[in-house]
């Protein structure tokens, strides 16, 4: 039977939808065109596997209603249809010891394990499950699970919860297991985002099964494919940036003109994550249709990137030595106006403006100290 007329592996999506939402995800993952008969082989596949348990530490529960509400094909046709999610707090029926003996079954079959949420470390009790504390049970499951997937900002890095005084200690799953008494150079894929983002956790499951091995990753424990440009690289808005033309205040004409957001206060030159690409909402809109970014994807991002609504302070502009990007619109205003100050910028910013990374020195995306994810 052609490849084409056969029944989709995904209840509720056409064979043609399925074969489309392949070839999306194999250009996520870096498979190029020619690799979505992989990627569809590999969903097919994973019918009974990759083994899911999804743990839910400090937390919102932000993270799986995001996964549970998304569209086209749903991540929840695929996580709660496709593959085997052995066992999710929020989602699944079993509870007490029902619900504890899947989870540990789930791990002696071999099961991927996704943590949502922060560990406590200064109030262990704020989080306990079955009497355990949340950080004994990922020192003990560790061990125990094929691969482990932080997904959201809290179980990454902290999130809210670690802004300053943090007074629960909270911290991201990784670097709560490579601290004292836990599990030295323990590695974990970071997913973050504030919520995760279904399409995050589906890419990355799929590049596993793919690949054989655990996506390479950027000094956050974030995987490449995905993490490996600025918001301010592919922002639509991008354009107004380099003409200079900005949000002064919220409301004013370039506001309703949708120009660039640096000016009040828009991280997206320092923030690393694919919301431009894999979008919200049926992937029809994202942040910066209705705000700044806030840069959620970030470590510790509450505490660096404060005050929110004020713009990144020294951000180099390439080829434009001394001139901020603060300053830039100023700068080309003196020149002859807006028209021709974006042929200027057009000549003299070299490729892509911000390639600089975070502290805008110059360097290529940070990825040279993997804290988390190589195979395990």
């Not at 094909?73 to 029902?98: K, V």
């Not at 030595?321 to 300053?327: C, E, I, L, T, Y």
């Not at 020149?335 to 911000?354: C, K």
Request: hydrophobic share 40%.
């Amino acid at each position: 039977m052609p490849d084409n007329e056969r029944p989709s592996p995904v209840r509720g999506l056409s064979r043609r939808d399925f074969l489309k939402y392949s070839s999306f995800l194999a250009a996520l993952i870096g498979a190029g065109p020619l690799g979505a008969t992989k990627v569809a082989e590999a969903i097919e596949a994973a019918t009974k596997f990759p083994i899911v348990v999804w743990s839910d530490f400090q937390e919102c529960l932000g993270c799986t209603i995001a996964l549970l509400q998304a569209t086209a094909p749903t991540p929840a046709q695929l996580i709660l249809q496709q593959i085997s999610l052995a066992y999710n707090e929020a989602a699944m029926a079993p509870a007490g010891f029902d619900a504890e003996k899947s989870f540990n079954q789930a791990f002696d079959q071999g099961a991927y394990w996704v943590i949502e949420g922060s560990i406590p470390e200064k109030i262990p009790g704020s989080i306990a499950i079955g009497g355990k504390y949340a950080g004994d049970i990922a020192k003990e499951f560790y061990p125990k699970a094929k691969g482990v997937i932080a997904i959201g900002s809290c179980a990454c890095f902290g999130n809210v919860q670690a802004h300053v005084p943090n007074p629960t200690g909270a911290m991201g799953v990784g670097a709560w297991l490579r601290g004292p008494g836990g599990i030295p150079n323990a590695q974990v894929v970071n997913l973050p985002r504030c919520p995760g983002h279904g399409d995050d956790l589906v890419a990355t499951l799929i590049y596993i099964i793919v690949m054989g091995k655990l996506p390479d990753l950027d000094h956050a424990g974030r995987p490449l494919f995905l993490y490996g440009q600025t918001i301010h690289d592919t922002c639509e808005r991008r354009a107004h940036f380099e003409a200079g033309e900005f949000v002064e205040q919220f409301g004013d004409e370039g506001s309703q003109k949708r120009w660039c957001f640096y000016k009040v206060g828009c991280k997206g030159p320092a923030t690393y994550a694919p919301c431009a690409i894999n979008r919200w909402n049926g992937r029809t809109s994202w942040c910066i249709h209705a705000g700044p970014c806030t840069g959620c994807s970030e470590d510790n991002f509450w505490n660096d990137f404060s005050p929110l609504r004020e713009p990144l302070p020294n951000i180099p502009v390439p080829a434009i030595q001394g001139v901020s990007a603060q300053n830039i619109g100023l700068g080309l205003a003196a020149v002859t106006g807006v028209g021709l100050a974006a042929h200027l910028v057009g000549q003299t910013v070299s490729g892509r403006l911000f390639k600089g990374g975070p502290n805008g020195n110059g360097e290529s995306h940070p990825q040279a100290e993997k804290k988390d994810g190589d195979q395990k």
